[in-house]
């Protein structure tokens, strides 16, 4: 017969089959509309399939591929209802950013049932779950480590090969050897920029920066977008040692943070799919042995030499380790102390750091994970690198100060201190005010470019300053440091060692001007290894470059050009002290160490950690008075110039993060959960009707649903699925709050076509070992984003994947076939029940689940039982709870969704972070910019009149979108502080 093609989102169809292989139409295949899979971290693929293949096989990524295949509309291009302009992994960066994690953990009947029945795996009379995590946490320390001493190598070996080159380059005889150098450094530097920046804008864009902030971010419950996946890791290592290697103003200690938090991740991952895979071949064994049989679900044989594994491998029902993001966040944070540990060879310190900045939630448990994990990290690194042992900043040649000397120096320190501080704040101040002119994400040409100018900048200037301010300076006997350039062989340039030499070296070179050295007394007069004309230029200059390095599409971090700087405007300020003062034991290298301190304070706005970061970094516990005081003042003069530190300004410019303070701001002391709750939610029955269901993800992206009792009997609520009976009657779906369900939960449930009738019993398809299904589906559940969209979350909501899923149902609405999954369930609910063509269920009450389409085909009314997968103790408060308590909930237990219910406990409300930030207002306090409460549905479509898009138009979606009804706060105006109608913004976890 003759197919009318009708092509929507990709698909062709064709009347009573589908063509998917998205090509020609030659061979018609039939397709099931529901596939049982979904697509990994959300990378498209296309649609291939074999004539007459059964539904089963099918995958639900070959929706998303095809979805991904509709062309990206250009910049200002009108989007229709619905659409999501642009579905390519940087548009997702822009529009698709927002979603949360979920930390609070789903307690649900199989969840309960596994509690109660399945008793934990032990191997070495240790629980599973417990060893593995404890292998986990060792294997991570020991990557991190191995990833700081092959970065460190990288980048040493790199540079002095460059840099005898160089002076190669320089010393041929030519008489414009010096010009000559430069361009070739400038070259060089310029292509080993532009190669990092390609690398970031083409590969992960996520791996910019530093990445410290999104770790904050992500620890704080945020989801962002391919953070931590293994693109990220490579980029992030190789784009480092680019801009380190290209003399560029940045460092390698703060990507060591994000370099953790990816691995951890992708240990943790590796170990929760490996124990799920196990597992499940644990599940085959049981069955086949109960039925003779010796290969598994898949085909495969299983060796009998696993037989005794599998049978002391705990109960089969067990879910994987570390499968929730609960588990997860643990071993980022420690993957996150544990970078920054290896950077700075301080395990206490990586701790502190995750402790004060990284981590919002906090538990000795975490603490403890985060020791282990920051000890073996730098164990690795002091034995896979021997000359860190004694610390990564370890310096010699400064004498002890007595309490006379700390005494009389004391005010000198702070004033020191407080100029380092200022210098923080400037540098915050520059940094932001650059980034308003830094090009947008998307256009990568502008952001290498800028790479290309900053690095010839840089390079240039850097020789420019070299050869007419620096000093040929003697090199001594027992010095090996220092950088010829220009100078005659036994000397070197001392400002071109500041600017060109490996930045560990200068930096122990600045903390070692003092009166101590193999030869007593060198740091004397006019030559503490760099003169005072090289000191006094190189603070102001660094902290120009480094404000500039800061903004680019880069990798590389802030800790230690700020320590250069801080320590040059300390050096600088100690010579001249003890020039002035020749009788106070002045050491330059002490004031150097305590102004890179403040420089550190300044610009981060931490306090303990840092104290013990340079502590342990520099093996000297000697000068801790002199490091605490700088940290102090410069946190207090930096504050009070410009409040934001380094991290603050990039959420605050990200835009798509909301970030929660561990403490609720003042605004929200005088306001109740009422004021801040959004008083409109879409909520669903326990027994809710399909139609209803995929009306409401269609028109949403909420994430999540409260489930309400329900309010009319099973048979009204059944023809409540008309709009004239709901008007009728009144039915809404307001009811007392009975659990919460998740939008991935209800996509498992229709995927696996989990169907019931009006009264909650499964059809004959479904009509398996209820137990078993219960607790599959919860593990799909549960692991749902182990396996997809792990890196792109949003994905879930933003794209037109659910579109095109949810839209399916429609397009085959009054073929001559009708639809393949009405048509399966039509069979079975046929087989269940042998009254359905009388209008009679089983118990002789009138049955409300079957409709008459417009042809007069009988076809039946699918119900989803929720009850048995949603959270039955959902976290929820009264609506006269203070919003300070229901802030403190939120950053104590992880929460994405709080619902808020009336003196009857029906639901009158929902909070999530989004409007926790948006009534907290503006204020110097905040993290980020106030969040915009998103604008309500249209009216039209709350009171269930919308029209269809003209891109999913269908009579059966025509039919079930006019009864789309909202759950209302009992009044309709809104409470003040909230905004009627449920939300569509950015960030929508409801």
């Known amino acids: 017969m003759e197919h009318s093609r009708v092509e929507v989102a990709g698909f062709r169809h064709c009347s009573g089959r589908y063509n998917c292989t998205g090509t020609n139409p030659t061979v018609p295949a039939r397709v099931d509309l529901l596939p049982h899979f979904f697509a990994r971290d959300g990378m498209p693929e296309r649609l291939l399939c074999s004539p007459g293949s059964a539904g089963k096989g099918q995958n639900l990524k070959n929706l998303l591929g095809m979805a991904q295949q509709r062309p990206k509309p250009e910049v200002g291009e009108a989007t229709r209802p619905g659409q999501v302009a642009g579905i390519s992994e940087r548009s997702t960066r822009a529009v698709g950013t927002g979603e949360s994690l979920d930390y609070h953990t789903v307690y649900n009947v199989p969840h309960v049932w596994r509690q109660r029945h399945t008793s934990p795996a032990l191997i070495f009379k240790i629980k599973r779950q417990t060893f593995l995590k404890l292998l986990a946490t060792l294997t991570i320390g020991v990557l991190v480590g191995v990833m700081a001493v092959g970065m460190a190598i990288c980048t040493e070996n790199i540079l002095a090969w460059k840099n005898a080159f160089i002076r190669q380059v320089i010393h041929d005889g030519h008489p414009f050897g010096i010009v000559r150098g430069c361009l070739v450094h400038v070259t060089f530097s310029v292509i080993l920029t532009l190669a990092g920046c390609l690398m970031v804008q083409l590969w992960a864009p996520a791996a910019a920066a530093s990445g410290v902030s999104l770790v904050i971010a992500y620890l704080n419950g945020n989801a962002i977008p391919g953070f931590l996946n293994a693109r990220s890791l490579a980029v992030k290592w190789a784009g480092t040692v680019l801009s380190v290697s290209a003399n560029l103003t940045v460092g390698p200690e703060a990507p060591m943070v994000h370099l953790g938090a990816c691995m951890s991740h992708l240990v943790a991952h590796f170990l929760c799919v490996t124990s799920d895979k196990w597992q499940r071949l644990q599940q085959s064994y049981v069955h086949h042995r109960s039925e003779g049989g010796d290969e598994d679900d898949n085909g495969l044989a299983i060796d009998s030499a696993f037989n005794p594994l599998l049978e002391k491998s705990g109960h089969p029902k067990e879910l994987p380790v570390l499968h929730s993001d609960f588990d997860r966040r643990e071993f980022v944070c420690a993957g996150a102390a544990a970078g920054i540990a290896a950077a700075f060879g301080a395990p206490i310190g990586g701790v502190l750091f995750s402790m004060e900045e990284a981590a919002t939630h906090w538990s000795r448990k975490m603490a403890w994970r985060c020791f282990l994990c920051t000890t073996v990290s730098v164990f690795t690194l002091a034995q896979l690198h021997p000359r860190w042992r004694n610390g990564v900043l370890s310096f010699q040649g400064v004498a002890d100060m007595i309490n006379l000397d700390w005494f009389h120096q004391f005010p000198f320190l702070v004033l020191v201190s407080m100029g380092g501080g200022l210098l923080g704040a400037t540098f915050n101040w520059l940094r932001k005010t650059l980034l308003t002119v830094k090009a947008a994400p998307d256009n990568t040409r502008l952001r290498c470019a800028q790479g290309v100018a900053v690095a010839a900048l840089t390079i240039a200037l850097m020789f420019t300053l070299s050869y007419w301010v620096g000093t040929c300076v003697t090199v001594p006997d027992w010095q090996d440091y220092g950088y010829t350039f220009h100078c005659q062989n036994g000397q070197y340039n001392d400002l071109a060692t500041l600017f060109l030499a490996n930045q560990d070296d200068t930096i122990r070179r600045l903390f070692s001007m003092g009166s101590l050295s193999p030869q007593q007394q060198v740091c004397k007069g006019d030559n503490c290894y760099f003169t005072l004309r090289s000191l006094m ?272 149902q429609g397009q085959l609405d009054g073929t001559a076939d009708g639809s393949l999954l009405l048509q399966e369930a039509g069979r079975s609910a046929s087989n269940a029940s042998q009254d359905v063509g009388e209008g009679r269920d089983r118990q002789g009450l009138p049955c409300g689940g079957v409709d008459a389409d417009a042809e007069g085909l009988r076809r039946p009314s699918l119900f989803v039982n929720l009850a048995t997968y949603m959270d039955i103790a959902p976290p929820s408060v009264k ?112």
């Open 537 to 808: 230029m190189l603070a102001p200059v660094y902290l120009g470059l480094m404000s500039m390095a800061a903004c680019l599409a880069i990798p590389g971090g802030l800790f230690t050009p700020s320590i250069i700087v801080g320590g040059s405007f300390g050096g600088t300020c100690g010579v001249l002290l003890m020039e002035w003062l020749p009788h106070w034991h002045i050491q330059p290298g002490v004031y150097a160490m305590c102004a890179a301190a403040a420089m550190l304070g300044g610009v981060f706005r931490a306090s303990i950690s840092l104290v013990v970061l340079l502590v342990e970094g520099t093996q000297s516990t000697k000068f801790m008075l002199g490091i605490i005081t700088a940290v102090i003042c410069s946190n207090w003069l930096g504050e009070f110039v410009h409040s934001d530190g380094v991290y603050e300004t990039d959420l605050e410019r990200d835009g798509t993060v909301i970030f929660l303070k561990p403490y609720a701001p003042r605004t929200l002391q005088p306001k109740s959960a009422e004021d801040v709750m959004t008083s409109e939610v879409w909520c669903f029955r326990e027994v809710e009707s399909l139609d209803f269901i995929l009306g409401v993800l269609r028109r949403t992206t909420h994430n999540g649903f409260p489930v309400v009792r329900r309010t009319a009997p099973a048979g009204v609520e059944a023809s409540s699925s008309h709009p004239r009976h709901a008007q009728d009657l009144g039915v809404t779906r307001k009811g007392e709050l009975q659990g919460l369900i998740l939008r991935s939960q209800i996509l498992i449930l229709i995927s696996e076509r989990e169907f019931c009738d009006e009264h909650g019993h499964p059809l004959a398809d479904n009509a398996q070992p209820g137990l078993d299904r219960a607790l599959e589906l919860d593990r799909k559940m549960r692991t749902f984003y182990r396996y997809h969209f792990m890196h792109q979350r949003s994905m879930l909501t933003n794209l037109e994947l659910t579109q095109s899923l949810l839209q399916l």
């Open 879 to 990: 609506h006269n709870t203070p919003a300070e308590r229901a802030h403190d909930m939120f950053t104590s237990l992880g929460l994405r969704h709080l619902a808020v219910v009336d003196d009857q406990a029906c639901v009158s409300g929902i909070i999530t972070r989004q409007d926790l930030d948006h009534a907290a207002g503006p204020g110097a306090w905040r993290r980020n910019k106030v969040s915009a409460r998103p604008a309500s549905l249209p009216a039209q479509l709350r009171l269930g009149l919308a029209k269809l898009t003209s891109w999913a138009a269908s009579r059966t979606f025509s039919s079930s979108s006019n009864h789309l009804e909202i759950a209302r706060s009992g009044s309709s105006s809104s409470p003040s502080g909230s905004a009627p109608g449920p939300q569509n913004g950015l960030l929508d976890d409801r």
